[in-house]
């Protein structure tokens, strides 16, 4: 939600950081995760699932690091921010107390949410990996 009023305040006073644009979306991975593993003791989802979407946040943000610390800036694609807006509304939806409003389907509609995230999440990933990869193993201008 923030996300965009500090990106927008960033570009419009010139103030936008290379640290910035990396830790902005790290933030964001480490809520996700964290929001992800309280739900499992709650029963409201999958140890497996939540593990394969934490592992998936893990691997591409790292290696968008590892690009990034070469010089390489790896923007996010439409297909990652497909996942990261249906993550939030899966994870919206499971978290919503249903003693604040009495709707039993709300926590089956969230894991459905969330199951559509995984596979956005495993697609992204994979676009993620194929276009990192290119760059990895892209010859270098080093003659």
Same mark, same amino acid.
């Given at each position: +939600?923030?996300?965009? @009023?500090?990106?927008y305040?960033?570009? &419009?006073? =010139?103030? !936008? ?15 996700? #995760? ?8 709650? +029963? &409201? ?5 939540a593990? /394969?979407?934490?592992? &998936? !946040? ?8 590892? #690009? #990034?610390?070469?010089? @390489?800036?790896?923007a996010?694609?439409?297909?990652? =921010?497909? =996942? ?18 009495? %709707? ?9 949410i /969330?199951?559509?995230a995984? /596979? *956005? ?5 994979f676009?993620?990996? *194929? =276009? %990192?990869? &290119?760059?990895?193993?892209a ?5």
């Open positions: +939600g923030t996300d965009w @009023i500090d990106g305040f960033a570009r &419009r006073y =010139k103030s !936008e950081t290379v640290l910035g644009q990396l830790m902005d979306p790290l933030a964001d991975k480490v809520l996700v #995760a964290t929001a992800f593993i309280m739900l499992i003791p709650l +029963g &409201r989802l999958p140890a497996w699932l593990l /394969v979407i934490i592992c &998936r !946040e893990l691997i591409i943000t790292g290696l968008r690091g590892i #690009a #990034a610390s070469s010089g @390489i800036v790896v996010a694609s439409r297909l990652g =921010k497909l =996942k990261s807006i249906i993550q939030y509304l899966g994870l919206g939806t499971l978290i919503f107390p249903l003693d604040l409003l009495p %709707l039993p389907f709300l926590h089956r509609l969230g894991l459905a /969330v199951y559509v995984l /596979v *956005l999440t495993i697609w992204s990933g676009d993620y990996f *194929l =276009k %990192l990869r &290119r760059i990895f193993l010859p270098s201008d080093t003659s």
